[in-house]
């Protein structure tokens, strides 16, 4: 087989991998721009054509737009920009960009076949409604495949029939009720048995109180009353009085106190006859101060007395001052 690239009028007719359709998957390669190159694929539509998106993490749009002879297919990064990263803009009523031919900047659309990298790719995508507007897309024009690609990258792939695992997973269903049940039925158990239990003890308890009830004495009557009275009067005049069963005090023996010395021991405190105790004495009165009287002065002589009350005297009095001071 030849290992060169198709002519870049007819890059939409190279021999994809796998099942294609170009109104959702195309495949832009061979632009001097890297960042117009990869996997597009169906998102949505803009002006009655195709929207695709670039499968990866990086948002990138090829739509055709309609602006007059400039009109054509473009890669840009956002729908609302003007500039484009490339732009195929022969013919210029191409349904499909496949049916571009080669971009200004030398890139190629061909059709792109379904494959498990492919798919792979889709949970690159930022935003969750792109996601799943392509999967759905790419459900409905590939339909088994795509749902088994995507299995097979989600871990979800199995190698039993649909119908085993079926059975299978109503097999577990069936034993996880069957626990319930027998866990339900020995909870059952253990609360009946719990009931028993409580029932017994208090028929137990009922029987301990009429035991104690039959054991314990009932209320005396009045007769009873009278007879302990009775006999407690009887037993009162039978013991003697307190003072004649104490022997008689000598009149020579003095009171004793319990005292503490400076260790904490006791020791008995010496006998004190009357008027050989502490005398109190009575308070004694603070000092009384009296404040120190104010410093007198003499009476200085008459003269001075003028001069200070006069000020034309006091002026006099400094001239002739300084006079004698001169001299």
Known sequence: ?????PPSGGGGR??????SDPKVLVRIA????GAANGVFAWVGECAARPLYRLLGPEPRY???ADAGIASG???????TSDDFVERFLQPVDAELPTACEGGELGGRVLECG????IVGRIAMIGSHEERDAIRGRLG??????FIKLEAANRGLATATSPVLSVARAMEAQQRAIQLLHSRLAAEAQHREAAEAHARALEDAFDTLQLRIQAQLPGPPTMATLQEMQAAGG?????????EAALPPSSPQSQARALIFQQDGEAAWAPDLGPGQGPVPRPPVAPKERKPVPPPTFRRPPSGLRILAASPTLQATGQAADRGGLGE
């Open 234 to 242: 009887e037993r009162a005049s039978a013991v003697p009085p307190l």
């Open 1 to 5: 087989a030849s290992s060169q690239p």
């Open 30 to 33: 061979g632009s001097s721009d």
């Open 14 to 19: 190279a021999e994809p991998s796998g099942p």
């Open 73 to 79: 297919w473009r890669v840009v990064d956002r729908m």
């Open 140 to 145: 409905n024009a590939f339909g088994e495949l």
């Open 114 to 117: 379904l494959s498990s990298e």
């Open 62 to 64: 090829l739509h055709f």
